[in-house]
């Protein structure tokens, strides 16, 4: 007797459900929308000379367990798109669209929605189109409650404005810009220095919340903060100091 996909444990129908969500992030160079094999963006820049493309790709690593432990999955998919349109900004590099990758082991509807809210919310936010992704049932790879993410994004700039740090030179001024709580990277070390002291429902004085509040803030996006200074400044360099800290990702 064949199986069917539900019988084994995936459901197509329930993935499907979240398109028109993502539709409302969609702007014009968006073509056919949701539904195909690949996203089609048209790619006529107005009022790029010689435009490049920038892209990235990254995960929330294991910040998903904090959230997992808090029974909170509202932030993580902001967290993963302002992560990727960071990391493109450092290049100088506007958002044109995002994709994104959600793996469980069985889809919680409710927890996806969350995630895939942040998605879309983030999205609108930065003026970045999420014009496709994939969420995949694993069932016998991942425990039944637990997920991952990964999302990839695709930003545009003038190849002339390119900002690659081959102009920082002795003297010029570095500015900090400060973040909300921790970035996306780094939570196995934040995890094992806080919570072998700490439970995430404790309240810490210090911090003005729980523990596990404040490893879940958002991961800040820079785009709107930093495009005022580019457009009134010359940048010589632009760093987004994550995982490897201040030395690490300015060196």
């Known amino acids: 007797m064949a199986l069917t996909y539900a019988q084994a444990g995936v459901s ?20 056919r929308g949701i539904g195909g094999f690949g996203g089609l963006f048209d790619a006529r820049f107005k009022g790029y000379k010689s435009p490049v493309l920038v892209s990235s790709i ?4 294991t910040k998903l367990l904090v959230a997992q432990m808090m029974n909170r999955h509202d932030s993580v998919g902001r967290d993963l798109v302002n992560h990727c349109v960071d990391d493109i900004l ?27 809210s942040g998605f879309v919310e983030a999205c609108k936010e930065n003026g970045c189109s999420l014009i496709g992704g994939e ?13 991952d993410l990964a999302g990839a994004i695709v930003g545009v700039v003038e190849k002339k404005k390119i900002i690659d740090g081959e102009r ?8 900090g810009l400060s973040s909300t709580g921790l970035h996306t ?3 196995s070390l934040a995890r094992a220095t806080l919570l072998s002291k700490y439970s995430v ?31 009134k400044f010359e940048v010589h360099g632009l760093s987004h100091v994550i995982g ?3 030395i690490g990702n300015t060196m």
Do not use: W
Not at 135 to 147: L, N, Q, R, S
Not at 168 to 175: A, R, T, W
Not at 204 to 216: D, W
């Open 185 to 187: 990277n780094g939570y």
């Open 58 to 61: 990254d995960g929330v690593g």
């Open 135 to 147: 969420t995949a049932e694993m069932p016998g790879f991942y425990d039944a409650e637990k997920y």
């Open 201 to 231: 429902g404790d309240y810490v004085e210090e911090l003005g919340r729980t523990v596990g509040e404040a490893l879940l803030a958002v991961h800040r996006s820079y785009l709107k903060t930093v495009n005022v200074v580019l457009r």
């Open 90 to 116: 450092v290049c100088g590099a506007q958002p044109l669209f995002f994709m994104d990758y959600l793996a469980t082991g069985k889809l919680n509807f409710e927890v996806a929605t969350d995630v895939i």
């Open 244 to 246: 490897g800290g201040i």
């Open 12 to 31: 197509i129908s329930e993935g499907e459900r979240f398109i028109p969500s993502l539709r409302t992030t969609h702007v014009r160079s968006v073509l």
């Open 168 to 175: 920082i030179k002795k003297g010029d001024v570095l500015i």
